[in-house]
Structures are given as structure tokens and as C-alpha cells.
């Protein structure tokens, strides 16, 4: 899984929890679930396949908050967690349960968008890890045991559906579809997953024969190109770099709407935020590539071999991670993974030095231990062993595990069981010690001469642009302009009140567009000399870059307020709408007069159906313009209960803050009593606070 927010590590203490069963082997779940899109719930028949070890007088099921839990087998009890079956279950023996139930899970399984809408149709798919599949389908919570899941869907036929393993059989029946997958090798439950919308389908091949699938949504479907661009080179990087073939039938990624995280590597089936679907200038601006050969990296490390508990998680996040950073410096050169390397350990150390470094075995890490100081530690233990034992380790500790549950040492075996070098110190170092080991990652770093200079050029940021204006230059001019321009645009505009026109002027005619970004996201007073310079921004290659530079400008030059405003009308921005919603707020400023279209405009953004980063959005700008009407604080109400954590706490935040307003207090409070806001309970805490 790849997290947006660097610290979250919510799902880890609910990994804990999950119960194991040590004489029970499940090997197979076949389950045929029907989707009701209408009344957003499920229904599903489930056969569950499985050996006892050891006699058993029972054996359970995880299963959250089902209804009409029905099996004619065995006597059952269900307690609205798991399904116990009691027996006298003999030893080595194989077992056969059916069961079926409904379902309209709170979490796991998620629908969004509304259904027959044009511009945003139902999706509906699922996130397991953290979430629990047991919340739609009865599986083990507990990762420690593999199942083959072979798993039917049926639902209206408008939609396409995917989910693991390979389509089988589809049928129609009158408006019905059933979507038949089939699996051949077992995983932990938490990697289930479909997905279905109104999707449209891409095919490549892989250099091994592995066909990869790519989904978008139909109304996106002009962006596979600029999405998927490297999607083939990453396959069969990683593929070769591991050194051990794919491990599953085919391989899917599929973009959703308001997806939880950026992405998620259910096997042989990523699902990834649709902030990631970009056009020819929004893949500008995007880091996919990162999120892609991370999923599809986990494949591996996490989906075939998989820890026993999250005292091991950085065996799928620190692997992960590391194995996107080879594939980025395999498409994007090695000054590029130096780079990264440099950035990661630049927070490991901060977090380190202010006592906050964690240990790796710590399984209530956060994700920047888990994900970075994990790859560091890899990026470590192959500089202590060299490449050729590292990737013969990698690939045995695979070949070796496959199919099964390991811990750290499994991995630190099969690596020492090829070396000399005393791993006992490599361990202690890297895996035990809270703090991170900076002096051996500084020496690993300044290798290279390229990182040297990126020391030295960041050591000047203390001091005044006029004594550092030769270094500046010397770095604009640099052949490393990827790495050194950005920083130079940051040094440029971090002393407000001396601007060098002539450097900026050089920053922005290196025409580089990250250099251009960050000088006009950083910039607060544009020179007026540099005006047209600045105005050339509105036309870059970014939608991120116009964004600000429409901002900047409107601010810096108010006759021109109505120019800017007329150049950039009818621009949409990123699929996120980033041009469009500035828009809308800067002409309701400008002209207060007719501020009332430009503001409905804004509001209309704020209904249900809509992505929340749309939402969230559209909310900030009606903020701005203090602007609440019924609609929009109705609006913003149902929201309280959005799926996606961070955009919840954006709401109640939001709320927090407009309630001081008297007049909104009272709109809230007569919304409440009329009935038209449902969400009573929880904005009733917010108002007492
Ligand atoms: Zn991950």
C-alpha cells in the first residue's frame, strides 16, 4: 500500500487483533456475491475448503456485521464478528462449509459517485488491508494463512468489473452480468479486492508473456497514454532486477474515485487513486511512476511472500520502496535515486536527531520508518554485502518463501547463508536502533560527486543572495538543472525582501519547469521589471505552475486582474478541476457585483457525488469568500461521514471554523431543526465545542 500522507500508520494496530488457528488450513473460498447497486449492499453463497491438522471441537470465520447468515452443514453460531461452526473436525481430514448471508458493509467495500449520473457513474470497489475483507466476504483476518480465492460477481451489466486472478467466463442474463475469476494460488485475505465502474480497458504484454490490463474511467479514456507511460518498462525491470518471474496469471491496475490511499496492491489487481490519471501536461506534475512500481513491487514482496505479523511490515513497505527507487533510477538515471535517497534520509535524520527516530521492528511505525528507513536499510545492507550476494539473496529469500509467511530473519538467513559480512551488526544497526544511522548513510551518499554538490549548494542557504550569487548562477547552469534548479528557486525566494532580478530572471529562462514551479509557488512579490517573464508562467507545461502563476499574478498586478481572468477562461486544470475552481473564486472577486454566478458555480461543486478533492476544494474557496448557504452547509454536513479519513478532518475542521460565525450558527442550527441536515449527532459535538 502506498500511503499520501507520510505519517499514517492507522491500519497496523488492527492487523494486531486478528486471531489464528493453527489446526485449521483453509485452501480454497469460492464465493459468488451479487451486488446491489441500488440499495448498495451485497449479497453472496460461499463455499469455504478446508484440512484440520489437529482435532477441533470448532472452527470460525471472520464475518463483520452480517445479516441472514444461513449453512445447513454444521450447528453454527454467529455473533455478528465471526461464523463458529462446531464439530468434532477430525484430524487431517478435508472439509467443505457453505454459507450465505447479506452484507451493506460500513467500511472494506465502498460505493461512490451516484448511480446513473453522466459525468460521475457508481463506482463501486474495496480496500482489505487495514479494513478487513471479513467486512463483505467471511476470509481469516490473520495474514498467516493463504487462501485461493476463486471469486463470481454479479451486477447490472453497464458495468465493468474487475478483481484477482484471471476472467474466466463472462455471462449475460437480461440486464444482469456474472463476472467468473478464477485464482491459482493462495494469498492472505487482505489482498481481495474488485473494483467496477464504468471502466474502459487498455492491453499490454510484459517481455515474459504476462498480460497487463490498464482501467480508466470511459470519460478518461483519452488519458492511457500519459497515465501509463512507463507501465511495460517497470513490468520487465522489476521483473529482471528480482530475478524471480511474476508470481501471479495477469496483472490489473485500475484508477478509482475517492480511493482511500494512492494505491493498493491487492494481488495481481492494483487499485490507485484517480489523482493519478493525467493528461499530456498533468503527468507533469504527477508521481505514478513512484506508486506504480511500488504496487507493482509488492506483488512480490508482500502478496507472494508475506510477514507473519506487522512487527515485520517493513518487509513489504522497505522493500517496496526500495525496489520503485531501482526502477525510477533504471527509467530516470542515477542522479535521480540519489536524490531520493538524499531527500529520505534528510527527514529520517531530522526525525532522529529531534529523538523521534523508531525501530523497524516496531509494528506501531509510522510510514516513513516503514517505507523509508525500510529502504534504507536495504540500500544499506547492499552496500555492506555487495550487489551480486544482495539480488541472489533477494531472489532466493523469494524463491525460497514463496506462497508463505516469513519474519526479518528468514530474509537475514538466506542472506548471511551467502556472505562473510556479520549481519548480527547490520541488524542492530539498522533493525533494533531507534535512531537512524546517518554518518554510514552520508558516506554511502557522498559516493557520488553529483551529491557532494548537492551538499554543498543547500549549506548556503543561510546566507544572502548577494554572497552566494556566483554559486547560484554556476548551479542554474548546471547539467544536474533537475536536482540544483529547484533548489536554487527556493534559495532565490526565501529572503522576501531582496529580490535578485537578475537571477530570477535566469531561473525562469532555464525554462525548467520544476525551477519555474517552485519560484512561482514560493515568490510572494513579482517584480515588475519581470512581469511578462512571470506571465509566460500561465502557459507552462503544468497545471500546477499555472495554477500559482494565475494566483501570483491576479495578487501582484490588479489592472490586469480582468486580462488574466479572460486568458485562462474555460481551462479545467488537472482532473481535479485545480484551473476551473480558481477561476470560479478569483471572478466572484473580482467582480463583486456578479459575484452570484461564479459563486453557484462553486457551490455546485460541493454536492455528494463529487471526488472530494473537487469537494474539499470548492469548500476552501467558499471559505475564502464567506460564502454558506443552505446548500453548501447541507453539503458539506453529509460529508461528516466520508470514507476518506483525511478529507472527514477537513470537514469537521471546516465546521469548527465557521460556527464562530453567529449567522452560520444559527442557518446550522435551524438546518438541524428542519430536518434537511442528518448528521445531527456528530455536529452537535462540534457545536458544543
Ligand atoms: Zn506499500
Same mark, same amino acid.
Given at each position: 500500500m502506498k500511503s499520501i500522507l507520510v505519517l499514517l500508520n492507522l491500519f497496523i494496530t488492527s492487523i494486531l487483533t486478528a486471531q489464528h488457528q493453527p489446526n485449521l488450513d483453509v485452501k480454497r473460498i469460492k464465493a459468488e456475491v451479487t451486488i446491489n447497486d441500488t440499495l448498495r449492499r451485497i449479497s453472496a453463497e460461499v463455499s469455504i475448503y478446508f484440512h484440520i491438522k489437529s482435532a477441533v471441537d470448532s472452527v470460525f470465520f471472520d464475518a463483520q456485521n452480517f445479516k441472514s447468515v444461513n449453512s445447513n452443514q454444521f450447528k453454527f453460531s454467529y455473533n455478528s464478528e465471526k461464523i463458529i461452526f462446531y464439530h468434532h473436525f477430525k484430524p487431517n481430514k478435508s472439509y467443505k462449509i457453505d454459507v450465505s448471508y447479506q452484507a451493506k458493509p460500513k467500511q472494506t467495500l465502498y460505493f461512490t459517485g451516484k448511480l446513473?449520473?453522466?459525468?460521475f457513474p457508481l463506482q463501486i470497489w474495496t480496500q482489505?488491508?487495514?479494513?478487513?475483507?471479513?467486512?463483505w466476504l467471511p476470509s481469516l483476518?490473520?495474514?498467516r494463512d493463504k487462501i485461493e480465492f476463486d471469486l463470481t460477481y454479479t451486477l447490472p451489466s453497464q458495468y465493468k468489473l474487475v478483481s484477482n486472478g484471471n476472467l474466466k467466463r463472462k455471462s449475460k442474463n437480461v440486464n444482469l452480468t456474472t463476472w467468473e475469476f478464477d485464482m491459482q494460488k493462495p494469498m492472505s485475505s487482505y489482498l481481495v479486492a474488485f473494483a467496477a465502474g464504468n471502466f474502459v480497458e487498455e492491453t499490454q504484454n510484459s517481455n515474459s508473456g504476462i498480460s497487463i490490463y490498464n482501467y480508466l474511467p470511459a470519460q478518461d479514456s483519452l488519458d492511457f497514454k500519459s497515465t501509463f507511460i512507463y507501465t511495460q518498462d517497470i513490468f520487465n525491470f522489476l521483473e529482471q532486477k528480482i530475478g524471480?518471474?511474476? !508470481?501471479?496469471q495477469n496483472y490489473k491496475q485500475i484508477g478509482v474515485r475517492d480511493?482511500?490511499?494512492?494505491?493498493m496492491e491487492n494481488t495481481s489487481c492494483t487499485i490507485f487513486s484517480?489523482?493519478?490519471?493525467?493528461?499530456s501536461i498533468a503527468k507533469n506534475d504527477s508521481d505514478f511512476v513512484n506508486v506504480e512500481a511500488h504496487e507493482l513491487a509488492h506483488q512480490w514482496f508482500g502478496n507472494l511472500v508475506t510477514e507473519t505479523?506487522?512487527?515485520?511490515?517493513w518487509l513489504h513497505e522497505g522493500f517496496a520502496t526500495y525496489f520503485s527507487y531501482l526502477a525510477q533510477e533504471h527509467l530516470f538515471g542515477t542522479p535521480y535515486f540519489e536524490h531520493q535517497l538524499f531527500s529520505t534520509a534528510e527527514s529520517l535524520k531530522l526525525r532522529s536527531d529531534q529523538g523521534k527516530g523508531q525501530r *523497524?521492528?516496531?509494528?506501531?511505525?509510522n510510514s516513513l520508518t516503514f517505507y523509508e528507513k525500510g529502504a534504507w536499510a536495504l540500500h544499506a545492507l547492499r552496500n555492506r554485502v555487495g550487489d551480486k550476494v544482495f539480488f541472489e539473496a533477494i531472489s532466493q529469500y523469494l524463491v525460497n518463501n514463496a506462497y508463505k509467511s516469513v519474519e526479518t530473519d528468514d530474509f537475514l538467513a538466506e542472506v548471511q547463508s551467502l556472505?562473510?559480512?556479520?549481519l548480527a551488526q547490520f541488524k542492530q544497526d539498522w533493525?533494533?536502533?531507534?535512531?537512524? !544511522?546517518a554518518e554510514e548513510a552520508q558516506l554511502i551518499l557522498t559516493k557520488s560527486s553529483f551529491i557532494e554538490q548537492l551538499f554543498e549548494l543547500k549549506a548556503l542557504?543561510? *546566507?544572502?543572495v548577494s554572497e552566494k550569487q556566483k554559486q547560484l548562477k554556476e548551479a542554474l547552469l548546471s547539467k544536474h538543472i533537475d536536482y540544483f534548479g529547484p533548489e536554487v528557486a527556493l534559495q532565490l525566494t526565501s529572503?522576501?525582501?531582496?529580490?535578485n532580478n537578475e537571477l530570477l530572471q535566469l531561473a525562469l529562462e532555464t525554462k525548467h519547469l520544476k525551477t519555474r514551479q517552485v519560484l512561482i509557488k514560493n515568490i510572494s512579490k513579482i517584480p515588475r521589471q519581470l512581469q511578462l517573464s512571470f506571465e509566460?508562467?500561465?502557459?507552462?507545461?503544468s497545471y500546477i505552475t499555472r495554477e500559482h502563476a494565475l494566483l501570483k499574478l491576479w495578487l501582484n498586478f490588479p489592472k490586469k486582474r480582468s486580462f488574466y481572468l479572460k486568458q485562462t477562461k474555460g481551462q479545467d486544470g488537472n482532473i481535479h478541476l485545480n484551473m476551473k475552481l480558481l477561476h470560479l473564486m478569483l471572478s466572484a472577486l473580482n467582480n463583486p457585483d456578479n459575484a452570484y454566478q461564479p459563486v453557484r458555480g462553486l457551490v455546485n461543486?460541493?454536492? !455528494?457525488?463529487?471526488p472530494y478533492q473537487i469537494k474539499r476544494q470548492a469548500f476552501v474557496y467558499l471559505f475564502q469568500l464567506n460564502y454558506f448557504d443552505e446548500e453548501s452547509l447541507v453539503n458539506l454536513s453529509e460529508?461528516?461521514?466520508?470514507?476518506v479519513w483525511r478529507y472527514r478532518t477537513f470537514v469537521k475542521q471546516l465546521f469548527s471554523e465557521i460556527i464562530k460565525d453567529k449567522t452560520i450558527k444559527a442557518s446550522i442550527n435551524q438546518l438541524m431543526n428542519n430536518g434537511k441536515i442528518k448528521n445531527v449527532s456528530k455536529l452537535k459535538d462540534l457545536l458544543k465545542k
Open positions: 446513473g449520473d453522466t459525468e482489505g488491508q487495514g479494513k478487513y475483507t471479513s467486512h483476518d490473520d495474514m524471480v518471474s511474476y !508470481p501471479w480511493f482511500l490511499y494512492a494505491g484517480d489523482e493519478f490519471i493525467t493528461d505479523s506487522a512487527k515485520h511490515h *523497524l521492528f516496531n509494528p506501531n511505525a556472505t562473510q559480512v556479520n533493525l533494533l536502533q531507534k535512531s537512524f !544511522p542557504r543561510g *546566507l544572502p529572503d522576501k525582501n531582496l529580490i509566460e508562467l500561465l502557459k507552462d507545461e461543486y460541493t454536492v !455528494p457525488e463529487m460529508d461528516l461521514n466520508h470514507p
